[in-house]
Nanobody, 118 residues
Framework: QVQLVESGGGWVQPGGSLRLSCVASGRLLNYFRTNGWGWYRQAPNKERELVAGISYGGGTIYADSVKGRFTISRDNGKKTVYLQMNSLIADDTAIYYC?????????WGQGTQVTVSS
């Protein structure tokens, strides 16, 4: 079983930046390296949505709303997935989660809260 712990969230003013991290632990063997990973978010009163995904080969996809502003990356040696978020706007306010991509698994982790406001 794999455990995922997200961190790096916080409060930031519009236009600011944050870098989220997701560290995997548990009985990983080669699971982390050979798996796709995604960052998802859920804003108040909205459905959870995929923000960015990265395949085992390093290919990436992004939601239209974050293209050009967010960058997903992975470090297989550290078993960590990152989400660099720049030019943040109020609509980016949400709880951010990492999970398998493209098919997220249950249960979800606790996530990390990102709040963008002035």
């Amino acid at each position: 079983q794999v455990q995922l712990v997200e961190s790096g969230g916080g409060w930031v003013q519009p236009g600011g930046s944050l870098r989220l991290s997701c560290v995997a632990s548990g009985r990983l063997l080669n699971y982390f390296r050979t798996n796709g990973w995604g960052w998802y978010r859920q804003a108040p009163n909205k459905e959870r949505e995929l923000v960015a995904g990265i395949s085992y080969g390093g290919g990436t996809i992004y939601a239209d709303s974050v293209k050009g502003r967010f960058t997903i990356s992975r470090d297989n040696g550290k078993k960590t997935v990152y989400l660099q978020m720049n030019s943040l706007i109020a609509d980016d306010t949400a709880i951010y989660y990492c999970n398998d991509y493209p098919r997220p698994l249950q249960p979800w982790g606790q996530g990390t809260q990102v709040t963008v406001s002035s």
